[in-house]
T-cell receptor
């Protein structure tokens, strides 16, 4: 299967850390991605992680990958007003060309 | 590079009308795709193409046609618009097997 699941909403206070979670069912994906969509705009690639890694840090962003549980998370440190957006996790399953998206999490 | 461009940005149609959503990219990407975004449903793949002359269906292809006569362009055609096609449409492109770059979207309202 190619289902990617996310919770729909997450609310945090400015300055706190945000953790957005994602679960997927196809463990053969080579890369897993996080996209950000600001209001009225298209999707912007935030970061990605290769499947043989379990963590990747990029400034305020930390991506954690638990392949055993098929769980991906995005942590945003020191959350700011400008981080308000919808965050999508996505994968390209091995052997496929198409990107499979989660439903998106709206960060408030 | 302009990246991925889409026109129009907004469109209102009446039921039964036809129209073409344009998508172009100047990055020489082989892969291009169309998604629709509806509240609470994420992005759903409509059609995709892995190169000029090659197209295939995604999750929700009904009511939409595509063609890929050049590497740069991947238009999406609605032959007879229905209210269920009211949505935001995104075009994306990428090198094969790599992450995708998205256009700004087209908001379509079908009355």
């Amino acid at each position: 299967g190619e289902d990617v699941e996310q919770s729909l909403f997450l609310s945090v206070r400015e300055g706190d850390s945000s953790v957005i979670n994602c679960t997927y069912t196809d463990s053969s994906s080579t890369y897993l991605y996080w996209y950000k969509q600001e209001p009225g705009a298209g999707l912007q690639l935030l970061t990605y992680i290769f499947s043989n890694m379990d963590m990747k840090q990029d400034q305020r962003l930390t991506v954690l990958l638990n392949k055993k549980d098929k769980h991906l998370s995005l942590r945003i440190a020191d959350t700011q007003t400008g981080d308000s957006a919808i965050y999508f996790c996505a994968e390209i399953p091995t052997g496929f060309q198409k990107l499979v998206f989660g439903t998106g999490t709206r960060l408030l | 590079n302009a990246g991925v461009t889409q026109t129009p940005k907004f469109q209102v149609l009446k039921t039964g009308q036809s129209m073409t959503l344009q998508c172009a990219q100047d990055m020489n990407h082989e892969y291009m795709s169309w998604y629709r975004q509806d509240p609470g449903m994420g992005l759903r793949l409509i059609h995709y193409s892995v190169g000029a002359g090659i197209t295939d269906q995604g999750e929700v292809p009904n009511g939409y046609n595509v063609s890929r006569s050049t590497t740069e362009d991947f238009p999406l055609r609605l032959l007879s618009a229905a209210p269920s096609q009211t949505s935001v449409y995104f075009c994306a492109s990428s090198p094969l097997g790599q992450t995708q770059y998205f256009g700004p979207g087209t908001r379509l309202l079908v009355l």
